[in-house]
């Protein structure tokens, strides 16, 4: 990996994965041809080519660049999977996990955000300040003081409540998505959920458990909370689940 400047002061690096070869280009543009990814410094655009790794040089900040450039090329088992890197999945990334059955994990520099909010909904659970849905009711109860004894069966209420989804149940490949965009959610850390719900996902998506999901029924006005919760229900042994090709009680394939 190179670092260097052209002729106009805009600092970037370009190699080629298969020769090695690094250089510039004097004219002020990028050259990505097979094998040839670029990043400018000054300016966050990235060319990306498949099956590329990266070190950091020392001399520049390429945390943005290298996490994109691993989306591709993390090793699972035998085989790769698919790193997810909040803010940074495109598309056509989303389009692979959809249509594919590659395994696919959140990349874990998205671990200390999410401590950090956990921590902050803990101290929060702990403390004698209310704050909505953490030691309060929701909705209309919301002036209503949850003791600290019951904030845990408050949580568990939550979850089974709002799993009255009805209609057949979203494809695997849907589910699949549906997976994969919560764990890109999670993985901004604004939720305040604990790491451990994450390794949980990634768990049964390795085990090949799907969680079954009614395609119909919401709660209130937010169209996501019933589905989810049919999802989330799944993580603690509650709802149905697919594996095997048999629809079965979570409990049992956990």
């Given amino acids: 990996v190179a670092v260097a400047r052209n002729e106009s002061g805009v600092q970037f690096i370009w190699f080629d994965a298969g020769r090695g070869v690094a250089g510039d280009d004097a004219r002020g543009g990028s050259r990505i041809g097979s094998g040839q990814r670029v990043w400018h410094a000054g300016q966050g655009r ?3 080519a498949r099956g590329v790794e990266c070190q950091p040089s020392s001399a520049i900040e390429l945390s943005h660049w290298c996490h994109a450039s691993r989306e591709t090329n993390q090793r699972h088992g035998g085989s790769m999977s698919i790193l997810l890197l909040p803010g940074e999945a495109t598309l056509s990334l989303l389009e692979r996990i959809y249509r594919g059955d590659e395994y696919f994990q959140l990349d874990r520099t998205a671990r200390p955000g999410m401590d950090r909010a956990a921590n902050i909904v803990a101290a929060a659970g702990s403390g004698e300040t209310p704050v909505y849905g953490v030691n309060t009711g929701f909705g209309k109860l919301a002036s209503v003081r949850i003791d600290k004894d019951d904030i845990n069966q408050l949580q568990l209420n939550l979850i089974l409540s709002h799993s009255a989804g009805t ?8 589910t699949r998505l549906v997976m994969a965009l919560k764990l890109l959610s999670l993985g ?3 939720s305040g959920a604990r790491w451990a ?9 390795e085990a090949g458990i799907l969680p079954i999901i009614p395609s119909q029924g919401s709660v209130g006005a937010s169209g996501d909370l019933a589905p989810l919760a049919h999802m989330t229900a799944v993580l603690i042994g509650e709802g149905e689940v697919r594996y095997q090709g048999q629809v079965q009680s979570a409990g049992r394939a956990l």
């Fill in 197 to 205: 719900i994450v390794e949980q996902m990634e768990a049964i998506l």
């Fill in 188 to 190: 901004r850390g604004a």
């Fill in 167 to 174: 209609g057949e149940p979203l494809s695997p490949a849907v």
């Fill in 46 to 48: 990235t060319g990306r």
